[in-house]
């Protein structure tokens, strides 16, 4: 039997095949994704992780050429993943996916080190134009969200678009995230390797900058924005 090329190969006039690692939590969405890549002759998926540690343990032994990454984990999210990839010197492109909207979320990716962040709402029809895109080494943003930072940059945002969440910094948009899927504080805590003390602090100051009066609006509102 023919050995499969490598990742460096190519045959003839036919591209360099792109091996690419898939990080989300859900294994029917990772399945889904491959199917959209693998229908490309020069696409690879040549691992998945579900979890942060998983994916680290991927990028050491199979040296992907691309990784794409779901902001919500379980445990450590997207944007603290990607920040671990750059910690360690990794130049890997990252295309971060969230259901969450935009405006939120793409300066907070691009600051953490990714190259672009895709709605999972438009995977099936975007997922090859924003991987192809961020594999020649250029960001990738929706249009919409691309004006919007660039309004934001030259000061000419308006400030009915700013959502109050996005006075949350990241950690704190993480405990958030994970208070609305229905975690107390102890499961936090354990989740994210972090002291009870430390995640009841980050609590109170996610009710002051939301101006949330009490523990029951906090969880309500977090549950309302999270989709649960």
Request: hydrophobic share 40%; aromatic share 4%; proline share 4%.
């Amino acid at each position: 039997m023919k050995p499969a090329p490598s990742k460096r190969e190519t045959t003839g006039d036919a591209p360099a095949i792109k091996r690419i690692l898939i990080v989300d939590d859900h294994p029917i969405v990772r399945q889904g994704i491959r199917h959209l890549l693998e229908q490309e002759p020069d696409l690879r998926v040549c691992c998945e992780a579900e979890s942060a540690g998983e994916a680290l343990q991927a990028l050491q032994k199979q040296k992907p050429d691309l990784a794409i990454v779901d902001i919500s984990l379980k445990g450590t999210d997207g944007i603290e993943l990607t920040k671990w990839i750059r910690a360690q010197d990794e130049k890997i492109p990252i295309l971060i996916l969230s259901m969450h909207d935009e405006k939120l979320y793409a300066n907070r990716v691009l600051r953490a080190g990714a190259h672009g962040y895709l709605m999972k709402a438009e995977v099936a029809d975007k997922i090859t134009i924003a991987v192809r895109k961020v594999l020649k080494g250029e960001i990738y943003l929706s249009e919409k969200v691309g004006q919007s930072i660039l309004q934001e940059v030259t000061g000419r945002g308006s400030a009915a678009d700013e959502s109050p969440i996005r006075q949350l910094s990241d950690r704190e948009l993480e405990v958030f995230r994970l208070i609305g899927q229905g975690l107390g504080t102890r499961e936090i805590a354990g989740q994210l390797h972090l002291s009870i003390k430390t995640i009841e602090t980050y609590r109170a100051h996610i009710k002051d900058k939301l101006g949330l009066a009490n523990a029951t609006q906090l969880v309500r509102f977090a549950a309302q924005w999270t989709g649960q």
